[in-house]
Nanobody, 121 residues
């Protein structure tokens, strides 16, 4: 059993900052990469940022220069530092991890429960 537990969402004014955290726990054999997606009601879930265990990251064009993703391999935790937030960043943010749960298992996708980020004055 694997759990991804997110924290750090909330309400912030435009131009403000928030830091999201996501800790993976349970039967983890190896993690390929972790990341953050977001989804608005009625829309498809979209990638925000993704990072490998070696620290190689990629970002959606809409957040480049404003968001920074990082990973703590010892804690199986991924962070998303969000700065200069805009109202269009308002969404539910989901943590994602692609990992193996055993020596003979393939890579599987796991999701957190989601955390609301609201950017409004």
């Amino acid at each position: 059993q694997v759990q991804l537990v997110e924290s750090g969402g909330g309400l912030v004014q435009p131009g403000g900052s928030l830091r999201l955290s996501c800790a993976a726990s349970g039967s983890i054999f190896s993690i390929n990469f972790m990341g953050w997606y977001r989804q608005a009601p009625g829309k498809q879930r979209e990638l925000v940022a993704q990072i490998t265990r070696s620290g190689s990251a990629n970002y959606a064009d809409s957040v480049k220069g404003r968001f920074t993703i990082s990973i703590d391999n010892a804690k199986n935790t991924v962070y998303l530092q969000m700065s200069n937030l805009k109202p269009e960043d308002t969404d539910v943010y989901y943590c994602n991890a692609v990992m193996r749960t055993g020596i003979g298992s393939g890579f599987r996708n796991f999701w957190g429960q989601g955390t609301q980020v609201t950017v409004s004055s």
